[in-house]
């Protein structure tokens, strides 16, 4: 494999992972950070929430009356740090807990009429943020390349249970 990085290309010989590996994963952290950071700072001005905000949002719009564990499967993050992310949505009015008819010990999670306006209103900045931030630097055929790639990764460590916290 091939690759070179922003900084240039790889350098081979190194100890350890292929060069071109390290550059790749260092290339995709980098990339999201980045990306997560600066649609975070637009959301955070024009609504006053950050990016892991807007994702539980968008997701239970998406997927009204899914319970935490769900929303922790998503995001592959522990089911204790997604409670109490949901704790601050109901907080702040955006979301409610309802009894789960089929199982005592968990709840069914639903957006508010406030939380579905938030999630619809902070939706067209974080697509018009994306926008901006992707279709600067990258044409079409790039963008739908780099899906592909991502999408493909990503199923294949969901499929696998890589990198799913154990709580």
């Not at 935490?68 to 409670?83: P, R």
């Not at 807990?97 to 306006?117: H, W």
């Not at 990764?153 to 916290?165: I, K």
Request: hydrophobic share 40%; aromatic share 4%.
């Amino acid at each position: 494999m091939e690759y070179t990085s922003a900084d240039g290309p790889a350098t081979a010989g190194s100890p350890g992972p292929s060069a071109d590996l390290v550059a790749l994963f260092a290339d995709l952290v980098r990339c999201e950070t980045r990306l997560y950071n600066a649609i975070g700072d637009r959301l955070r001005e024009r609504h006053g929430i950050v990016t892991s905000q807007y994702e539980s949002l968008r997701y239970l719009h998406e997927h009204p009356g899914c319970r935490v564990a769900d929303l922790a499967a998503e995001f592959a993050i522990g089911v204790g740090a997604t409670s109490k992310g949901v704790d601050r949505l109901e907080k702040q009015g955006w979301a409610a807990r309802q009894p789960n008819p089929d199982d005592r010990r968990s709840s069914l999670l639903v957006l508010t009429p406030a939380g579905e306006q938030l999630a619809a209103e902070a939706g067209r900045t974080f697509t018009e943020a994306l926008a901006e931030l992707l279709g600067t630097d990258l044409d079409a055929p790039a963008l739908d390349g780099l899906a592909r790639a991502l999408s493909t990764l990503r199923a294949a460590l969901e499929r696998d249970r890589t990198g799913t916290p154990a709580g």
